[in-house]
């Protein structure tokens, strides 16, 4: 499975779009790109997925460039029960076959 | 839908209690699930795959005698931490692979909070 980097942490306050980036450098050919958001004490849940160019449903935007070596996960009008942590995760179908290998994350704190 | 439970939500026990944990997948059939554990602050490392009907799967270093799985159904998978210490404290979380779902997803349950005494 492709490793991925992201930021540690970001600040941003309510009613921001925020964007939050990650690098997958050896991203292989059949891999996708999924993120998910986890709450403190609580199972990670889907955002969404995407494999190349533009993927939107009701709570994000996920952006691929031509080249797939980073995606960028945007938030619209961010609220502060958007604070918490965000994976990004790139395998094999999303890694839905196999079980998922998390990175660290991106620990998003929403201010009002 | 695509609802996955565990029970219980949080458990403490003392050192030497051997501790059981569903995973449920409420509105689906799931032939695998997979479990995982969480340490504070840290992220999920999946510890083993759940097969309906077959062995479990582990992952390097996880002890298969220390944790035992069995998914006896294709809504049901549980882990039983045998013989806890105060280092297995930690969330452990389960996730569910519809058999029949869109190709790559899982969902995951609301984790298990184990506290060893």
């Known amino acids: 499975l492709a490793k991925t980097t992201q930021p540690i942490s970001m600040d941003s306050y309510e009613g921001q779009e925020v964007n939050i980036t990650c690098s997958h450098n050896n991203i292989a050919t059949n891999d996708y790109i999924t993120w998910y958001q986890q709450f403190p004490s609580q199972g990670p849940r889907f955002i969404i997925q995407g494999y190349k160019t533009k993927v939107t449903n009701e709570v994000a935007s996920l952006f691929i460039p031509a080249d797939r070596k980073s995606s960028t996960l945007s938030l619209p009008r961010v609220s502060l029960s958007d604070t918490a942590v965000y994976y990004c995760?790139?395998?094999?179908?999303?890694?839905?076959?196999?079980?998922?290998?998390f990175g660290k994350g991106t620990h998003l704190i929403i201010q009002p | 839908g695509a609802v996955v439970s565990q029970h219980p939500s949080r458990v403490i026990c003392k050192s030497g209690t051997s501790v059981k944990i569903e995973c449920r997948s409420l509105d689906f059939q799931a032939t695998t699930m997979f479990w995982y554990r969480q340490f504070p602050k840290q992220s999920l490392m999946l510890m083993a795959t759940?097969?309906?009907?077959?062995?479990?799967?582990?992952e390097q270093g996880v002890e298969k005698d220390k944790f035992l799985i069995n998914h006896a159904s294709l809504t049901l998978s549980t882990l039983t931490v045998a013989s806890a210490h105060p280092e297995d404290s930690s969330f452990y979380i389960c996730?569910?692979?519809?058999?029949?779902?869109?190709?790559?997803?899982?969902?995951f349950g609301p984790g298990t909070r184990l506290t060893v005494l």
């Open positions: 995760l790139v395998g094999d179908s999303g890694g839905g076959a196999d079980g998922l290998t």
């Open positions: 759940s097969n309906e009907g077959s062995k479990a799967t582990y």
């Open positions: 996730s569910a692979r519809p058999t029949s779902g869109v190709q790559g997803e899982q969902f």
